[in-house]
């Protein structure tokens, strides 16, 4: 087993993308210096904290995951130095998960990456609305401030539940703490150095940030239009019997993570001004994670809310979010015909993805409409030609 064990299950959208791509672009280098990144790729972690929370395939269902987390310890238990798993799944988890690992790896070192409420509202209505939700802006954020931290509907995801079994850090650390100490790092503002995070996160795993220095991940942000237009996909796809996470690869990897971000639209980043229930909630926070007499790294003054500067999302007018629909339907289509070309099936050519031309003509509301609805068949269209792939392989 290795001597030190460190489990980082940073809250969603606290900067955990950026510290995964340090840790695998420079693994072989850690593991020179006695850290182990269990893992050939971050997915193989993702797998293993699925598998641990009872899954047996991928979101996809498309292979199975099964083993994965014993294939994990089975590597740390190999491992005679320090050993690190970084996996936001495992922020929101229940007791029994905490128990199931602790079963596995005795004694972790927990870590908690945590940023603050207001800069995570629109980053974490972002990231829901590209994991297939449709919760407006305005609904969303009415929720996160009606229903703070507390446990309701646990047999209903609602979009409080959803934001808050990701943001109660205070729970999250109370939960995690029955493993021993547990290492909270905040994410600096945004006009501190783009390193201040993995200086922090080396400080608690035991490496230097020269010892690391790595590019900046791709991970871009959508705006309020594009963010709008993904949002009505999902309502579309959802009336088609296609829920997330149907299509899950194409929806999020590379329509949300690849091509939306490169549209030449215009479009604006997510904005929110600080509001009284945000301050209340950060302060109760603070207070929280300080009675629980966690270690920091970092400084409390960094969960202190921020305003977001970009527009409201609840304005985006048809007429914008249409335009995006049909810049993304062309990029869509190119990339699916590519594919068809390149990997040809039988009755699934090029030439049978759907095509669609904008009406020029039409109102803005129809010309919304109509572009959300062409975008969905090519979605359709390759979910469709995926399951005929599987169906013809079983």
Same mark, same amino acid.
């Given at each position: 087993?290795?001597?030190r064990?460190?489990?980082?299950?940073?809250?969603?959208?606290s900067?955990?993308?950026?510290?995964?791509?340090?840790?695998?672009?420079h693994r072989?280098?850690l593991?020179?210096?006695?850290?182990?990144?269990?893992?050939?790729?971050w997915?193989?972690?993702?797998?293993?904290?699925?598998?641990?929370?009872?899954?047996?395939t991928?979101?996809?269902g498309?292979?199975?995951?099964?083993?994965?987390?014993?294939r994990l310890?089975?590597?740390?238990?190999?491992?005679?130095?320090?050993?690190?798993?970084?996996?936001?799944?495992l922020?929101?988890?229940?007791?029994?998960?905490?128990?199931k690992?602790?079963?596995?790896?005795p004694?972790p070192?927990v870590?908690?990456?945590?940023?603050?409420?207001?800069?995570?509202?629109?980053a974490?209505?972002?990231?829901?609305v590209?994991?297939g939700?449709?919760?407006?802006?305005s609904g969303?954020v009415?929720?996160?401030?009606?229903?703070?931290?507390?446990?309701l509907?646990?047999d209903?995801?609602t979009?409080?539940?959803?934001?808050?079994?990701?943001?109660d850090v205070?729970?999250?650390?109370r939960?995690?703490s029955?493993?021993g100490?547990?290492h909270?790092?905040?994410?600096?503002?945004?006009?501190?150095?783009?390193e201040?995070l993995?200086e922090r996160f080396?400080?608690?795993i035991?490496f230097?940030?020269?010892?690391v220095r790595?590019?900046?991940?791709?991970?871009a942000?959508?705006?309020?239009?594009?963010?709008?237009?993904?949002?009505?996909?999902?309502?579309?796809?959802?009336?088609?019997?296609?829920?997330?996470?149907?299509?899950?690869?194409?929806?999020?990897?590379?329509?949300?993570?690849?091509?939306m971000?490169?549209?030449d639209?215009a479009d604006?980043?997510i904005?929110?001004?600080?509001?009284?229930?945000?301050?209340r909630?950060?302060?109760?926070?603070?207070e929280?994670?300080?009675?629980?007499?966690?270690?920091?790294h970092?400084?409390w003054s960094?969960l202190?809310?921020?305003?977001?500067?970009g527009?409201d999302?609840?304005?985006v007018? =048809?007429?914008?979010? /249409?335009a &995006?629909?049909?810049a993304?339907?062309?990029?869509? #289509? +190119?990339w699916?015909? @590519?594919?068809?070309?390149?990997?040809p099936?039988?009755?699934?050519?090029?030439e049978?993805v759907?095509?669609?031309?904008?009406?020029?003509?039409?109102?803005a509301?129809?010309?919304?409409? =109509?572009?959300?609805? /062409?975008? &969905?068949d090519?979605v359709?269209?390759?979910?469709r #030609? +995926?399951?005929?792939? @599987?169906?013809a392989?079983?």
């Open positions: 087993m290795a001597r064990v460190i489990v980082h299950v940073g809250a969603m959208k900067g955990t993308t950026s510290l995964q791509h340090a840790l695998y672009a072989e280098h593991t020179d210096l006695g850290v182990l990144v269990p893992g050939r790729t997915r193989d972690q993702a797998d293993a904290a699925w598998n641990l929370r009872g899954r047996q991928s979101l996809a498309d292979r199975s995951i099964e083993g994965s987390w014993q310890v089975d590597e740390i238990d190999a491992w005679h130095g320090t050993a690190v798993i970084s996996a936001e799944l922020a929101p988890v229940g007791d029994d998960v905490v128990e690992l602790l079963e596995s790896l004694s070192e870590v908690l990456s945590v940023r603050d409420l207001n800069r995570n509202l629109p974490m209505w972002q990231e829901v590209q994991n939700e449709v919760w407006s802006w969303f009415a929720a996160a401030r009606a229903r703070r931290p507390r446990l509907f646990p209903r995801l979009a409080s539940s959803r934001f808050w079994s990701e943001q205070v729970g999250i650390a939960r995690w029955v493993a100490e547990v909270v790092v905040t994410v600096p503002g945004p006009d501190a150095p783009r201040a993995l080396g400080e608690v035991g230097s940030f020269d010892d790595t590019p900046r991940p791709q991970n942000s959508l705006g309020v239009v594009r963010t709008d237009l993904l949002r009505r996909l999902n309502l579309v796809l959802d009336a088609r019997e296609l829920s997330f996470p149907a299509g899950i690869r194409l929806r999020k990897h590379v329509l949300a993570k690849k091509l971000p490169g549209l639209v604006e980043r904005g929110l001004r600080v509001e009284p229930w945000v301050e909630a950060a302060n109760h926070q603070v929280g994670l300080r009675k629980l007499g966690v270690s920091l970092g400084d960094d202190t809310p921020v305003e977001v500067d527009a999302p609840s304005t007018t =048809d007429d914008r979010t /249409a &995006a629909a049909a993304t339907h062309v990029e869509l #289509r +190119t699916l015909v @590519h594919r068809a070309e390149t990997n099936r039988g009755g699934w050519g090029p049978t759907p095509a669609w031309e904008p009406d020029d003509a039409a109102p509301a129809r010309a919304c409409a =109509d572009a959300v609805e /062409a975008l &969905a090519l359709e269209w390759a979910v #030609r +995926t399951r005929a792939r @599987h169906a392989r079983a």
